[in-house]
């Protein structure tokens, strides 16, 4: 079923938007939310989240991709869940990705003043703008959909270790390009 | 915590980013059998000439789109050798003893040497290459150091050493192996696997001219800075934007004049090599392709221990 009529089956209130959208997208918001959580329970939990805030933001919400906007749910249902186990100590798979990402933050300039989520946001996008397809598909593979470097080698044809240091290169051109904002995190 | 407001930010960039990772096909390194010869060809010659004997003269010229830097030759002055394509790499073919030598080898190669049969080889214009077909050509693993560094080659009656030159880098201008890439080909799995390192001397003179490093500890943390995920990596063509393009005539021979060369043998005696240039702090392996940014860990290791 092509995405737009889902998205009527939502806005006349039919149960079948919710059958239709695991039918269609089950797979890809589990793999997104696995990529964060690492346990499968955990992870069909979250989509089974999305699939309840989706009907509830569905209407008045029509979004333009839907993909992407079930996307951006599963992950922010898996962030949170993670937040929480986390405080229990609980390891999963969020931690590796945070951990890449402090090779991205800027160090601090002389203006002390922190930027605003969306404003960095607005950066992120820029950045991503001027990279090479190749290399901002990569950065989004890894650190929005969360998944394994060597998955992307092999998407790649490369090494682990080769795809590893290109990750470190953009996530340093990321860093680059934040002080040259005088971003402060 | 300062990653996670990042990773929040990147939760929101534009959904056409999403949509567009999601779909992306891939361009996958093409099949070796896609390698530019002519290239390879060109790369061999310039070596004949007589070019950097040792590591393949690391640095592009300025301006030269068509220097090749890739091989790290293993032939003596005016020894012409044949190249073997296989499994992802190039191999000289050759059994003069300088060559031998020069990777480990004390002896020509004999049928004492052959290991395990891995394949057939076909002769082509340009050497040799795998094939499926049963021929009179035969590759065998070199016994006395079973990893993919060093191969036999059987043609008719005569053995031969296939010994490793460079991996194939379809787009050289792509081509980030970090050093690891390399150890895997000469089996070095850790500290353990290095024997020794050490710096070499001028072409056809003293394969070894400085003094042997083999102590565990300094080989623990020669090990550990070469393998740091810190040890930035360059294809050729970025090096030459970043580095030689920018640099006057004058600063360029200079440059070219600090080589240094370090060699690393392994606890089967197989070596290879790197070029050092301590100056500009570039560390260059042919057989990789690439040229490394040298970290403060390493250059402190360099200065320490290859005076």
Redesign the interface.
Known sequence: MEDQQIIELYFSRDEAALTETAKKYGSFCLRIAMNVLTVKEDAEECVNDTYHTTWNQIPPTKPDSFKAFLGKIVRNCSISKYRALHAKKRFHGLEVLLSELNDCVPAAGDVEQEIEAKELSGYINEWLAGLAAEDRVLFVRRYWYGEEVRKLAKLCGCSAAQMSQRMLRLRRRLKKFLEEKGVVL | ??????????????????????T?Q????RPWQAVKWGSMAACFCLLLLGISYWTGGAFAKKGDNNSNTSAVPTAAPGDVWTVLAYNGSLYNVSNELWSLNKAGIPETITSEDCGRLLGNLAKTEQGYEETTEKTDIEIYEYAPALNSAVLVVKDGEDYMAGLFSNYYQPDEAEA???V??LYRVYGIEGAGNIRMVAEAGPAGVDILTGTEVGEKKALEDFYTATMS?EL??YGKEEFREMVTDRMTEEEYTMFMETERILCIETVEGLRFYMSWYPESGWLYSGGTMAYYKITEELGDWLEMYMK
């Open positions: 915590m300062k990653n996670e407001k990042l990773y929040d930010a990147i939760s929101d960039i534009q959904e056409e980013y999403i949509e567009e990772a999601g992306f891939f361009r996958k390194k980030y192996s970090p690891s890439e995920t930035e990596c």
